[in-house]
Nanobody, 127 residues
Framework: QVQLVESGGGLVQPGGSLRLSCVAS????????MGWFRQAPGKDREFVCG????????LYENFAKGRFTISRDNAKNTVYLQMNSLKPEDTAVFYC????????????????????WGQGIQVTVSS
């Protein structure tokens, strides 16, 4: 079993940047495909992006393409989400998640694929 803890959230002005981190403990992060999700007030949780165990494959939801970058450092048991050009509509609680039983270069594209979740961290984009 793996435990996930997010950090790096907060308040940022429109157009600004944030980098979220998700540190895993209990198991090696290299065993899991990883993903970031978000949930805005009054909305369902949605997929933001995912990365394979090897880092060779990544997948982004349309709203994240060109602005967000997912990466991982398996040696540090950490996955990152770099967010640039942030917009007020990016305001949400962001979650990292780990998916078991995926091949080395495979993405986990669906929420149902993920077995373990962090507690979430607030990102607020406002002037």
């Amino acid at each position: 079993q793996v435990q996930l803890v997010e950090s790096g959230g907060g308040l940022v002005q429109p157009g600004g940047s944030l980098r979220l981190s998700c540190v895993a403990s209990g198991r090696s992060l290299s065993d899991y495909a990883m993903g970031w999700f978000r949930q805005a007030p009054g909305k369902d949780r949605e997929f933001v992006c995912g990365i394979s165990r090897s880092s060779e494959s990544t997948l982004y939801e349309n709203f994240a393409k060109g602005r967000f970058t997912i990466s991982r450092d398996n040696a540090k048991n950490t996955v990152y989400l770099q967010m640039n050009s942030l917009k007020p509509e990016d305001t949400a609680v962001f979650y990292c998640a780990a998916a078991s039983d995926f091949w080395l270069h495979e993405i986990a594209p669906r929420e149902a694929d993920y077995d373990y979740w962090g507690q979430g961290i607030q990102v607020t984009v406002s002037s």
